[in-house]
Every structure is written in structure tokens, then in C-alpha cells.
């Protein structure tokens, strides 16, 4: 981004790019030669292997996610115990192994044609109950909500060589597919914490107006912001981000979800579940002394305080000067987490 690019000419280039992309989906979605992903349905970014029975239908973000609740191929229901995944054209003479099995060895020949990733860290042993838990994706997505309703922000981990966690930058997102792979992951679960988004499992008819318009927005969303993180740093000191993200979800939710979202990208987490077994929260009591006590009050705390007395988990835009009105061309309207 060039030093006298304004704010509005950021925001005209950012949703530039995603009317661009959506539109680049939509076509993809009409064409019979793409290769499409079983368990999401989507477009393959990263194509992999599942081994022993090689079959490869799947994104690689989808299986590793997809193995993570049950180590068996999605098609024909065999054991899996690695994948491979960047295969080097044209030959894919050569790739990258995943490991299923976190104790397994390297074994000899596929460590000669690839490289193994690096082993999962071994967290400390007062947490290994809480890791054993995973949450199905209704339990996942119930659990976000209360992280959204009481305002909890993940505890910071720093950037070293012993927690893999690293710094991001809108080069990056520019740089590495994976990376905009794992904050698609990442939106599509976190996007559904809001009800104007969410397309209920059970809906009657997918053709249905209402089912159409959430799903339609949560698309058009997911891309926006994803353009907004190759324009601008997601939570630099200017607050670009927030401020382009702010009327859709509201600015408390905003800053939360992206400061969630850095969080998971920042981590070493390939999957969700992964990330949901290692991130840690404060108390819902701590937050609630922490407010209640004399002097210590910050906007952030009376923001959501009043919020809890309006009783309910609306947001309603708060815009200086005239209304202004998100239509139908900018994306979803603001809405409730319930």
C-alpha cells in the first residue's frame, strides 16, 4: 500500500477485489473441470493424498480437519496414517508428508522423496484432560458464541522458536495460499456465531430466499475480509481493518473476530480442533471483577456492560453524522449472535 493511499481509496480497492473474487467463485462453482473438494464442497487450493488408499478428492485443510475427528478416509472408510500434500509438477515426483499417528516415526522412503512436518508440541500436562476433548462442530460453534457474548479474548502467546507462533503481515496473505486457506477455515466456522449468517443444517429448501441471502453474505463477507488482510496489517494502529469491518458486525464483535482470527493464524494449528484444544481464555468471572471494580473500568468494559443490560447481543451501527445504510451491494447488515 502506497503511504498516501486514504482510507476510502483502501476501502474502494479492497471491496474491488472482492467483488472480483466472488464473482471468480461463482464461475468456478458453473464449471465442470474444477476440481472440487468432497468434504467442503469448494474448489481444491491445496490438493493431498490420503495413504494407504490414495485417494485425493479432498483440500488438504479439509482431510488433516476431517482426520482429526476420525483417522478414516472419507470415501471408502480405511485407516489413514499420513497424507501427502504439495506434490512438485509435473511428475509429483516429490511432496510433503503429514503424519496422522503424532508418535509415528519417519519412515525411510517417504522421508527420502519428502519432508515431514515438524512434530506437534507437547503441551504441559495440567492441560492434557482439556486437549482430550474434541468439540463436535455444533459444540465448537456454541462455544463461540459465549466467547462473543462475554467479550473473551484468547491470551497472547509470543513469538519464539519453541511456540511456532509468528507475526503476519499483508505480504503474506499475499504470499502463501495456505495461509489464506487456513483464514477461510477459519471464517467459515466463526461467520456462522452470527445469526445473520448462519444457514441452519436442517433447512428445509437451500433454494429458499432467506437460506440464499445468508449464505450469500456469509460468502460475500468471508472474501471481504480475506481482501482486507492484503491490503491493510488486521490490527494496525490506524484500525483500518476494523473501521472496513465495523459495519457489518458491529465494532466490539469486529475487534474481537479479528483479534481471534490472528490468533489462530499466528498459531502453528493446522486444524480448528486443534486450535480449540490449545487456545486459552480468562475467566467469565475475572473479566466481571475486573469491571466491577472501582476505577478500572475501560470504554471496552462499559461498551459491553451496556450491552448486557440492553439485553440482548444486537448490534445496532452507531454512525456519526447521517445514517448510512449497508444495501444489498456491500454485504450483510448487521445482526445478532445468539
Same mark, same amino acid.
Given at each position: ?8 481509496d483502501?476501502q ?9 473474487e466472488?464473482?471468480f ?10 476440481d472440487c473438494?468432497?468434504i467442503?464442497?469448494d #474448489?481444491? %487450493?491445496?490438493?493431498c493424498?490420503a495413504r494407504?488408499c490414495?485417494?485425493g478428492? $479432498?483440500d $488438504? ?9 476420525? =483417522?478414516k ?6 485407516a489413514?496414517t499420513e497424507v501427502? @500434500?504439495? !506434490?512438485?509438477?509435473?511428475?509429483r515426483g516429490?511432496? *510433503?508428508t @503429514?503424519k496422522i499417528?503424532a508418535?509415528?516415526?519417519?519412515d525411510?522412503?517417504a #522421508?527420502?522423496?519428502g %519432508?515431514l512436518? =515438524?512434530?506437534? *508440541?507437547s503441551?504441559p500436562?495440567?492441560?492434557q484432560q482439556?486437549e482430550?476433548h474434541?468439540f463436535t462442530?455444533d ?8 466467547i @462473543?457474548?462475554h &467479550?473473551?479474548y ?7 522458536r519453541? +511456540?511456532?507462533?509468528?507475526?503476519? +503481515?499483508p505480504?503474506? !496473505?499475499?504470499?502463501?495460499p ?5 483464514t477461510?477455515m477459519w471464517l467459515r466456522?466463526e461467520?456462522?456465531? $452470527?445469526? $445473520?449468517l448462519?444457514?441452519? %443444517?436442517d ?7 432467506? +437460506? ?8 460475500f ?6 481482501a482486507?488482510?492484503?491490503?491493510v496489517?488486521?490490527?494496525?494502529s490506524q484500525g483500518?481493518?476494523e473501521?472496513?469491518?465495523?459495519e !457489518?458486525?458491529g ?7 479479528l483479534?481471534e482470527?490472528k490468533? !489462530?493464524?499466528r498459531s =502453528?494449528?493446522?486444524?480448528?480442533? #486443534?486450535?480449540?484444544? %490449545?487456545v486459552q481464555?480468562p475467566?467469565v ?6 469491571s466491577?471494580?472501582? &476505577?478500572t473500568?475501560?470504554r ?13 447481543d444486537f448490534?445496532?451501527p452507531r454512525?456519526?453524522g447521517?445514517?448510512?445504510?449497508v444495501?444489498s451491494a456491500r454485504? =450483510? ?6
Amino acid at each position: 500500500m502506497e503511504p498516501d493511499d486514504d482510507g476510502a481509496d483502501v476501502q474502494v480497492r479492497v471491496l474491488q477485489h472482492t467483488l472480483q473474487e466472488v464473482a471468480f467463485g461463482s464461475a468456478s462453482n458453473g464449471n465442470d473441470q474444477v476440481d472440487c473438494c468432497v468434504i467442503c464442497l469448494d #474448489a481444491i %487450493t491445496e490438493a493431498c493424498e490420503a495413504r494407504p488408499c490414495q485417494h485425493g478428492n $479432498f483440500d $488438504f485443510v479439509c482431510l488433516i480437519n476431517w482426520l482429526e475427528q476420525q =483417522p478414516k478416509c472419507p470415501l471408502c472408510k480405511s485407516a489413514v496414517t499420513e497424507v501427502r @500434500y504439495k !506434490f512438485e509438477e509435473p511428475d509429483r515426483g516429490r511432496w *510433503r508428508t @503429514y503424519k496422522i499417528c503424532a508418535t509415528a516415526s519417519s519412515d525411510s522412503t517417504a #522421508a527420502s522423496r519428502g %519432508t515431514l512436518l =515438524p512434530p506437534r *508440541r507437547s503441551w504441559p500436562s495440567r492441560r492434557q484432560q482439556r486437549e482430550a476433548h474434541t468439540f463436535t462442530q455444533d459444540e465448537a460453534i456454541i462455544r463461540r458464541r459465549q466467547i @462473543y457474548r462475554h &467479550g473473551l479474548y484468547s491470551m497472547h502467546v509470543g513469538t519464539n522458536r519453541n +511456540t511456532r507462533y509468528r507475526e503476519l +503481515t499483508p505480504q503474506l !496473505f499475499e504470499q502463501d495460499p495456505d495461509l489464506v486457506s487456513r483464514t477461510r477455515m477459519w471464517l467459515r466456522r466463526e461467520l456462522k456465531v $452470527f445469526e $445473520f449468517l448462519h444457514t441452519p %443444517t436442517d433447512a428445509q429448501d437451500s433454494d429458499d430466499i432467506m +437460506t440464499q441471502r445468508r449464505a450469500n453474505n456469509a460468502e460475500f463477507l468471508l472474501e471481504y475480509i480475506i481482501a482486507i488482510l492484503k491490503t491493510v496489517d488486521m490490527q494496525g494502529s490506524q484500525g483500518q481493518a476494523e473501521d472496513m469491518l465495523q459495519e !457489518f458486525l458491529g465494532r466490539e464483535h469486529t475487534r474481537l473476530l479479528l483479534h481471534e482470527l490472528k490468533s !489462530f493464524l499466528r498459531s =502453528p494449528s493446522i486444524s480448528l480442533q #486443534a486450535w480449540d484444544r %490449545t487456545v486459552q481464555y480468562p475467566s467469565v468471572s475475572s473479566i466481571k471483577r475486573r469491571s466491577n471494580s472501582p &476505577g478500572t473500568r475501560t470504554r471496552s468494559d462499559l461498551d459491553s456492560w451496556s450491552s448486557e443490560v440492553r439485553g440482548g447481543d444486537f448490534y445496532r451501527p452507531r454512525y456519526s453524522g447521517t445514517d448510512r445504510h449497508v444495501g444489498s451491494a456491500r454485504g =450483510p447488515r448487521p445482526g445478532p449472535v445468539h
